[in-house]
T-cell receptor, first 113, second 112 residues
Framework: EAGVAQSPRYKIIEKRQSVAFWCNPI?????LYWYQQILGQGPKLLIQ????????DSQLPKDRFSAERLKGVDSTLKIQPAKLEDSAVYLC???????????FGPGTRLLVL | GDSVTQMEGPVTLSEEAFLTINCTYT??????LFWYVQYPGEGLQLLLK?????DKGSNKGFEATYRKETTSFHLEKGSVQVSDSAVYFC???????????FGSGTQLTVLP
């Protein structure tokens, strides 16, 4: 069974530029999560989708971050414009609807200069 | 709000040593508790979990017991191997939200 796929794996941008991350969850997983993991900290939830609807985006900085999951499968997370403090690893995870176990992708490491 | 406090690292052990990584939590109700592991260059993987008080989760020689009276979920392994070198994260999930709250992680290095 294929795992959660993410791309790109690494991205370096300058502050005020835009960047987008892509996630393809495990087939059949209705629930999708985006986490931000700053160096030395645990992952922090940014947004949770159930199919193509948002369940919780209370931790998403909506002035600069946006996310979508248009067809209930793949998802993109965008930052526009990026700030230095956005440097982090962005993790995507998925799970079967109602299940506790989340499966994580390898992450995208973002460096903002 | 909910929170998880983990033993600070890094932790360095010799092969075959006993491992304990402390984890305590603050939550309302009865959360499920998890240990996730992140090997170098890989994504987070579920190591073990426990869903109610006094449950013991176990996997790959690792164990953790859900202690509601001390709000703890300490990770233990009797004899670590070099291949156990990784970052370990304790996490909780409230009863209904299906959202994980993570601790800050503990880096473990096992030397041959």
């Amino acid at each position: 069974e294929a795992g959660v796929a993410q791309s790109p794996r690494y991205k370096i941008i300058e502050k005020r530029q835009s960047v987008a991350f892509w996630c393809n969850p495990i087939s059949g997983h209705a629930t999708l999560y985006w986490y931000q993991q700053i160096l030395g900290q645990g992952p922090k939830l940014l947004i949770q989708f159930q199919n193509n609807g948002v369940v919780d985006d209370s931790q998403l900085p909506k002035d600069r971050f946006s996310a979508e999951r248009l067809k209930g499968v793949d998802s993109t997370l965008k930052i526009q414009p990026a700030k230095l403090e956005d440097s982090a690893v962005y993790l995507c995870a998925s799970s079967l609807s109602g299940e506790e176990t989340q499966y994580f992708g390898p992450g995208t490491r973002l460096l903002v200069l | 709000g909910d929170s998880v406090t983990q033993m600070e690292g890094p932790v360095t052990l010799s092969e075959e040593a006993f491992l304990t990584i402390n984890c305590t939590y603050t939550a309302t109700g009865y959360p499920s508790l998890f240990w996730y592991v992140q090997y170098p260059g890989e994504g987070l993987q579920l190591l073990l979990k426990a869903t109610k008080a006094d449950d013991k989760g176990s996997n790959k020689g690792f164990e953790a017991t859900y202690r509601k009276e001390t709000t703890s979920f300490h990770l233990e392994k009797g004899s670590v191997q070099v291949s156990d070198s990784a970052v370990y994260f304790c996490a909780l999930m409230p009863g209904s939200a299906r959202q994980l709250t993570f601790g800050s992680g503990t880096q473990l290095t096992v030397l041959p």
